[in-house]
């Protein structure tokens, strides 16, 4: 363990997603833990989910301007050429005046200006890769870190060996605090019924939300209830599908939408469900793992380099999940394979034991003390 005696300052940089979030904000409160006093600011794209999560955990935030290159032909292609020059510009001047000790960069295409800007200043940087195949970002960044985190062994491939170590992904504390008794309470459902949960990630899933609306007059009829995570941007338009459809979205019925859920609802929501249905993050299947959840995994097929499909087959090959690949999600498979599993106990509880192999209790913790191994005291 290492305690820090010194007040430190970290730079936390990353993309827009929950997957990219939520671990950020973990290895932030082991380095609470392990350094008191530690000063954090996180730089990021404006919009997304990472700078108004950063906010409510009183976490200040400096915007850049951040750009991508996408796999197919786009004239943002063309045009994110100069949001990357000028997000690098405005990365020098916050590194600047904050001056951290070390940057914690989680990857994606908003970490690039930040990790580079670093470079220049001579600040040290730790990155953290989530998934069974290497992002593009933290490929190229790879070069000029000090220390890569990864999740998955195959991920070893994409970097230089000498400076990698296999740490898990970090899972929030709230979200295994969860609580069967009050997520009855705060669901208003019926603790004698099978429950599932339809977790689109902090964004949301087109595909997941259409499959499960497909199905859902079923599975209430048969006293099956669901909690369903639609995604902001999805939101309204489930609302008016399921109540034209003459589904009230209460406890009572047995539906219960949300556009997102707090650490502490997701944690709830986990804890009293029989089987939960996500796409395949990294994030989401580390916190499933750390619960040995039951679950279903529908990977998005347009995920950058596959890493879903990778994330998803890797954990199947162990028997640690079910996965249906987005071309398959029509409603009698998709029905059929959430009974077998509500179903059949024994399938169940052995698909759930054999998802815990992926979780790392301790990844946070470690990544936090690499962190600090940087920090020239």
């Not at 940089?13 to 392990?34: D, I, K, R, Y």
């Not at 902090?202 to 099956?224: D, V, Y």
Request: net charge neutral; charged share 20%.
């Amino acid at each position: 363990m290492i305690l820090m005696a010194k007040n430190i300052r970290v730079v936390l940089t990353g993309g827009v997603s929950g997957g990219h979030t939520f671990p950020l904000l973990a290895v932030a409160e082991e380095l609470q833990t392990l350094s008191p006093g530690v000063e954090f600011l996180f730089i990021g794209p404006s919009g997304g989910f990472g700078a108004a999560s950063m906010e409510e955990k009183g976490i200040p935030v400096k915007l850049v301007s951040t750009g991508k290159w996408r796999r197919y032909f786009s004239f943002q292609n063309f045009t994110d050429l100069f949001r990357i020059p000028f997000g690098f510009i405005q990365s020098l001047w916050h590194l600047f005046f904050f001056f951290p000790d070390v940057v914690f960069s989680k990857g994606g295409s908003a970490s690039v200006p930040v990790v580079l800007a670093a470079r220049v200043y001579r600040i040290p940087v730790l990155i953290h890769d989530s998934d069974a195949v290497a992002g593009m970002a933290n490929r190229f960044l790879s070069r000029f870190v000090q220390k890569i985190a990864i999740a998955y062994p195959s991920a070893r491939n994409y970097f230089p060996v000498e400076k990698v170590a296999l740490t898990g992904n970090p899972v929030r504390t709230d979200i295994m605090s969860g609580q069967r008794e009050r997520g009855y309470m705060e669901f208003g459902l019926d603790p004698g019924k099978k429950t599932i949960a339809v977790i689109g990630g902090s964004l949301g899933a087109t595909r997941l939300n259409e499959a499960l609306l497909h199905i859902l007059p079923e599975l209430l009829a048969e006293g099956i209830q669901v909690i369903h995570q639609t995604g902001s941007d999805h939101y309204e338009n489930i609302l008016k599908a399921v109540t034209g459809a003459g589904i009230e979205p209460r406890g009572s019925t047995g539906y219960i939408p949300r556009a997102f859920f707090t650490a502490e609802e997701l944690g709830d929501a986990y804890a009293l469900s029989d089987v939960v249905m996500s796409r395949a993050g990294a994030g989401s299947i580390a916190e499933l793992a750390s619960l040995g959840k039951t679950c279903i995994l529908v990977p998005l097929a347009s995920s950058a380099n596959g890493e879903q499909q990778k994330n998803a087959y890797d954990i199947a090959h162990i028997g640690g999940a079910a996965v249906l690949e987005e071309a398959n999600l029509g409603e009698h498979l998709l029905l059929d394979e959430i009974k077998s599993l509500l179903n059949d106990e024994a399938k169940s509880k052995a698909m759930g034991e054999a998802l815990r192999a992926f979780y790392h209790p301790e990844a946070a913790r470690h990544i936090a003390e690499g962190l600090l191994s940087l920090v020239k005291v």
